[in-house]
């Protein structure tokens, strides 16, 4: 019985298993073709990670897809040693899979792992397109060795993080890698420069120490000069910072002939602001070139003149991106940053990894007065006539004082948003937004003065506060956010009664805006009695306050609880039949 049992469970089983694949050939997306089903699950697998191989978990889905993935060898040519670690065997089995196709492969090995690295290598050496390693620098000589061969490699990345310098032989790049379009080194010093040609990518990194192998300047020009399809350059410390090396740069700026680079799409460079001005004025950028610079060296104001005038020239060209926004990072005794895009937005400095800003420049001043002095000159060498958005949540402490302010402000004649952090910096700023509007046109020459002829000058109009934003030192200090958001009232007081020329007095500031970003939204919440009647608007966690709103949001939240209190039955508070309707009482029924 048991026996006839177990075969009509068989039975079962396969006619449950029939069905079902009857069903999914029904479904719409079995009616795909194997291509088109094959780029849904590697386009998944790029969402994800594809060198984790959790992907894999897309072929559990039924048996088509099993065969689809499995059948396609590119799913499986992108080869990492995080797999090999769960499973030795897992890498050998990807390797077996992705067949004859070329294979993209990212390695950070150990000591004792080198040896599985190197066989890898070395049998599938010739299909090698991408090769990406991170590890100690003794551990390149074993798996980069005189006279290897990369027939299709296209894309070399080396980053060595250990303390010995590591150098590339130049036979590795004379007739070893003649299809490589790409080369990133970090802290790897190489020669045979000269062999090295039509790059698309080029990104040297050296470390602090300095003391990694670098070609000479006119050795990287004439690199860049092979390469006119470049369209990303990378230097960090490869540019010469000695009194010898600045006078040759001076020197080699002045050639005749500058190097046109028309496809760069960004330049990053990190050096000495006199080896950045020469680089600039050697290369010739597309208007549509983003520019990411950190000068060493500006500790004064007159330090960043030099460096203004290719900069000037660069964003100026017809055809530059209109910027529309600016942010200012400012860090007491630290660096001071500006970042202009043609973005219009304030919310975040933070960019992601695959966004790069238009121009983005970082300098060290030392003295209030040469902070002041680089943002004069920087925002007057800058195109922000059309400029209405300004990002200052990184404005801590009080390094920057209400003359500067009044400066920056005077540079932007089209500004209507301006979002800060409740913290000192915030005082600073309205202070110096409160000053600017009060002299007006006085003063003013030059670009300044031509603006203002023009009729351009428009105040900001918006002021956005991140309540959270204390300086960075954690929960807000409520000592301090009390005296911060009563400096607040105070300062919109002053502007409400300032009678200016372009300012009436009674005239109250168009719009004020408290974010509802953690525990500052109460101490914002807390005054908005007292900022209602020194704002046009006032908007709290994202919606226009005003107390007649209030007090019938809160009537109908009461109702809706006696409501909620009677179909329940629920007894009713002794003390809410004593309390008055149109209060606005402190407790808020929509938040409980």
Not at 126 to 148: M, Q, T, Y
Not at 155 to 179: K, V, Y
Request: charged fraction near 20%; hydrophobic fraction near 40%.
């Amino acid at each position: 019985e048991r026996a006839r049992l177990d075969a009509r469970l068989h039975e079962l089983r396969n006619e449950i298993q029939s069905v079902q694949l009857q069903r999914n050939a029904i479904a719409p997306i079995s009616f795909l073709p194997n291509e088109l089903l094959f780029r849904i699950i590697l386009y998944h697998a790029y969402s994800v990670d594809i060198f984790s191989a959790s992907w894999v978990k897309a072929m559990l889905v039924c048996r088509r897809w099993y065969e689809v993935a499995r059948s396609h060898a590119q799913l499986w040519s992108y080869v990492s040693d995080s797999v090999r670690r769960q499973s030795p065997s897992h890498v050998w089995e990807m390797l077996k899979r992705s067949g004859d196709y070329p294979l993209t492969c990212t390695f950070s090995p150990m000591d004792e792992e080198v040896y599985v690295l190197e066989m890898i290598l070395k049998k599938h050496m010739h299909r090698v397109r991408s090769l990406k390693i991170n590890g100690d620098a003794k551990l390149f000589s074993p798996l980069l060795k005189e006279g290897d061969r990369w027939p299709i490699l296209e894309h070399l990345a080396l980053d060595s993080w250990g303390s010995e310098n590591t150098h590339l032989s130049p036979s590795l790049f004379e007739h070893g890698a003649p299809r490589l379009r790409s080369l990133e080194l970090n802290n790897i010093g190489m020669s045979g420069w000269h062999y090295l040609s039509n790059l698309t990518n080029l990104s040297l990194v050296r470390g602090h120490d300095g003391t990694t192998p670098h070609p000479s300047f006119d050795v990287l020009l004439a690199t860049l000069q092979r390469s006119p399809s470049l369209r990303r350059l990378k230097l960090h410390g490869y540019l010469p910072s000695d009194e010898e090396g600045l006078m040759a740069l001076d020197r080699l700026s002045t050639q005749p002939f500058p190097i046109d680079l028309p496809l760069l799409e960004h330049l990053d460079v990190v050096a000495a602001f006199e080896a950045i001005d020469a680089l600039l004025r050697c290369v010739i950028l597309p208007p549509t070139a983003s520019m990411y610079l950190i000068a060493r060296g500006i500790f004064e104001g007159w330090g960043v003149t030099s460096l203004l005038v290719p900069i000037h020239r660069h964003l100026h060209q017809s055809g530059s991106p209109v910027l529309l926004s600016l942010s200012i990072n400012s860090y007491p005794d630290s660096y001071t940053s500006i970042t202009a895009d043609s973005t219009p937005t304030t919310e975040s400095d933070l960019f992601p990894n695959d966004y790069r800003p238009h121009f983005r420049l970082v300098v060290h001043p030392t003295k209030q007065s040469a902070c002041r002095s680089v943002f004069t000159k920087v925002l007057n060498a800058l195109p922000l006539d059309n400029a209405e958005h300004a990002n200052l949540t990184l404005v801590w402490g009080h390094g920057l004082s209400t003359t500067t302010w009044r400066k920056v402000f005077r540079h932007l004649p089209r500004l209507k948003v301006v979002r800060i952090g409740v913290n000192e910096g915030m005082v600073a700023v309205l202070e110096g937004i409160t000053d600017a509007v009060k002299h007006g046109t006085q003063g003013l020459w030059g670009a300044q003065r031509r603006r203002a002829a023009r009729g351009l000058f428009a105040w900001p109009t918006h002021l956005s506060l991140v309540a959270s934003n204390d300086g960075g030192t954690g929960v807000p200090d409520p000592v301090a956010q009390t005296h911060y958001y009563d400096s607040l009232v105070r300062l919109l007081s002053e502007y409400r009664d300032m009678d200016a020329p372009l300012k009436p007095a009674g005239v109250c500031w168009p719009t004020l805006e408290i974010d509802s970003i953690r525990h500052g939204y109460v101490m914002g919440h807390d005054y908005r009695h007292a900022l209602f009647p020194l704002v046009q608007d006032l908007i709290i966690y994202g919606k226009s306050w005003d107390p007649v709103s209030e007090r019938k949001r809160m009537r109908e939240s009461r109702r809706k609880m006696r409501e909620l209190r009677k179909e329940f039955g629920i007894p009713q508070p002794e003390d809410e039949g004593s309390s008055s309707e149109g209060s606005d009482s402190a407790e808020d029924p929509a938040q409980i």
